[in-house]
Each structure stands twice: as structure tokens, then as C-alpha cells.
């Protein structure tokens, strides 16, 4: 969840993503929407996949691309996500979350 408010506190749902080689992350055996690397999709469509059946490859993909949206510089994959960490993090804690 905190995944989605994150993303949303900083994208518009009909912005379109490339998916790339943060999909390369998601560990073989997790859930997943069914993404591959070259689609093109809306940060909705993310958030959809995100959601219902918990798509650990929109995870990562909505991760990278509000990582480097949120940079003011341009980033590798892993320093996206870990940017956007920095934030959602932020986001947990304020709305109350303490662990």
C-alpha cells in the first residue's frame, strides 16, 4: 500500500511507463501481474497490477520510475528504487506507521 500512496503522491495515473530491467529484481517464485521488459503502460495500469494479485513487477517498475521522477538527475535502476525508498519510508512515517 504504501507503494501506491508514495507513487501517487508524485504521478498522475495516465502517465505511460516503459517497463525495463527493474523487472529483472522480482525474486522467481513471487507474485506477479505478468509484465515483461519493452511493454508500455499507465502508472494506473501499475497500480492495478500492484493491488489486486500484489504484482511484485509493478512494484519494482512504479518504484524505478517515481525514483528517478523524484531525482533531479538521471539514475541507474538500483538508485532509483532506493531513492523512491527514501520516500515512501517518509510517507510511512507520516501518516503514523512506526515500524
Known sequence: ???AVTVLDYCNINERVKVGDEIKFVF????RAGLKKGDVVTIKQLLDGLL???GNDEAY???SYTGEKISTRELSIE???SNFM???NK???SIGAIN
Request: proline share 5%; glycine share 0%; no cysteine.
Open 79 to 81: 538508485e532509483a528504487i
Open 91 to 93: 510517507k510511512a512515517v
Open 61 to 63: 517498475v512504479l518504484a
Open 28 to 31: 522467481s517464485d513471487a507474485s
Open 52 to 54: 489486486l494479485p500484489s
Open 1 to 3: 500500500m504504501i507503494t
Open 86 to 88: 527514501i520516500y515512501a
